[in-house]
């Protein structure tokens, strides 16, 4: 049995989910622990948070499904919208989280700067533990 209760899984509907969706399958394995998966919609009209609501609904919905397959029957979906950093610390500093996971992308420095970097946010505001896993060399 995992020791954590209460996991928040971070879902940016990209290929450096599948990496962490391993690592957080493994941790499970017969735990009765609540996995809640949270994707933030970031928008800027309403026309495109209608289509990125849609596919973060048929990604989570879908690795929802994995986790309940799998064993992991205390799933559920969660999903924010605005400014990822901000929502994301809003909801962990604030919800009942023992751990929080993520898959990176790798941005290393010009990219990091340019892209921003979710994870780094996160290490500097909150104070749950952060799980990171980089994704595969393919997946970047």
Do not use: W
Not at 6 to 28: F, G, R, T, W, Y
Not at 51 to 68: G, N, P, Q, V, W
């Amino acid at each position: 049995m995992t020791a954590f209760e209460n996991i928040l899984l971070l879902i940016d509907c990209s290929p450096a989910d599948h990496e962490v969706i391993k690592v957080i399958k493994k941790m499970m394995d017969g735990a009765d622990s609540k996995l809640t998966l949270v994707h933030v919609i970031h928008s800027h009209t309403l026309d495109q948070q209608t289509a990125l609501r849609k596919k973060a609904t048929e990604y989570l919905e879908s690795y929802k499904e994995d986790f309940i397959n799998s064993g992991i029957k205390n799933t559920s979906k969660l999903f924010l919208s605005g400014e990822p950093e901000v929502q994301l610390i809003k909801e962990i500093n604030e919800g009942n989280y023992d751990l929080v996971a993520m898959g990176t992308h790798g941005h290393k420095g010009f990219q990091d700067l340019l892209y921003g970097s979710v994870s780094t946010s996160l290490k500097h505001h909150i104070k749950t533990p952060l799980l990171l896993v980089k994704g595969s060399l393919q997946d970047v």
